[in-house]
Nanobody
Framework: QVQLVESGGGLVQAGGSLRLSCAASGRTFSWYGMGWFRQAPDKERKFVAAISVSGTTAYADSVKGRFTITRDNAKNTVYLQMNSLKPEDTAVYYC??????????????????WGQGTQVSVSS
């Protein structure tokens, strides 16, 4: 079992930045690929970014060049640095863990564990 706790969400003006953190506990963090997804009101959950066990990354087209996913295995934490935020980035952001993923996983259904989410709101 893996427990995931997101933090770092909040309200920011368009053009601003936020860094989300997802702290993992319960199993060896370095064995898990990690991902970030987001869900806006009345919309389906969508892929944002992912990082594999080896550190390979993938991004949704809508966030490429603005968001960066990193992981710190010593701290059991994955981060999502979000720059140049736009109102359309407003959503609840979730982190997820996938056991022994050798590539960045972009499909929500392939993840084994999920956090509770953190709200990100971007005002225009």
């Amino acid at each position: 079992q893996v427990q995931l706790v997101e933090s770092g969400g909040g309200l920011v003006q368009a053009g601003g930045s936020l860094r989300l953190s997802c702290a993992a506990s319960g199993r060896t963090f370095s064995w898990y690929g990690m991902g970030w997804f987001r869900q806006a009101p009345d919309k389906e959950r969508k892929f944002v970014a992912a990082i594999s066990v080896s550190g390979t990354t993938a991004y949704a087209d809508s966030v490429k060049g603005r968001f960066t996913i990193t992981r710190d295995n010593a701290k059991n934490t994955v981060y999502l640095q979000m720059n140049s935020l736009k109102p359309e980035d407003t959503a609840v952001y979730y982190c997820a863990a996938d056991y022994l993923s050798t590539r960045p996983v972009v499909v929500a259904g392939e993840y084994d564990y999920w956090g509770q989410g953190t709200q990100v709101s971007v005002s225009s």
